[in-house]
């Protein structure tokens, strides 16, 4: 288990709930010993004006997840965890349904966390992967 703290999807979606995560209506899913998962609908708040998701609203679950259990992770209660980093590539399109993301760790440093985080379209097919590098910080 890497999670030192490990509430449930509820407490988790009540931190969305009025920032944007909330406003993209995404939806914690499942904890794992190893991995966090949640999803996000595939509507008019995430989609560009092609229709199609937008690459941005895919950045925003993927730092979302990453975030979140790099939190989650911490040891230290005087520690918090910010983004320095993220890239993604968008491979396949999704037009409709929901996206579902599972974050799992890279490396778990002292001062710095990687976390990759891979998006399924409903088909479980590979819509977009990103990697999120994130500090460690004291409050």
């Known amino acids: 288990m890497i999670f030192k703290k490990k509430p449930d999807t509820d407490f988790l979606n009540n931190l969305g709930k009025d920032n944007m995560s909330g406003f993209l209506e995404i939806n914690f899913t499942d904890i794992g010993d190893d991995f966090l998962e949640a ?4 509507n ?4 560009q004006p092609m ?39 968008h491979l396949r399109s999704v037009k409709e349904g929901k996206v579902k993301g599972k974050a799992m760790p890279v490396h778990l440093g002292r ?6 985080i891979k998006i399924w ?4 097919k590979l ?6 590098t994130v500090a460690i910080l004291q409050k």
């Open 51 to 89: 229709g199609l998701l937008h690459g941005g609203a895919n950045v925003v679950l993927a730092e979302t997840l990453g975030s979140v259990a790099a939190m989650l992770s911490l040891e230290n209660e005087n520690e918090y965890a910010v983004g320095l980093e993220i890239n993604a590539n």
């Open 39 to 42: 999803e996000m609908p595939v």
């Open 44 to 47: 008019n708040k995430t989609k």
């Open 121 to 124: 379209d409903d088909k479980g």
């Open 127 to 132: 819509s977009c992967i990103s990697r999120l």
């Open 111 to 116: 001062k710095t966390q990687v976390w990759e």
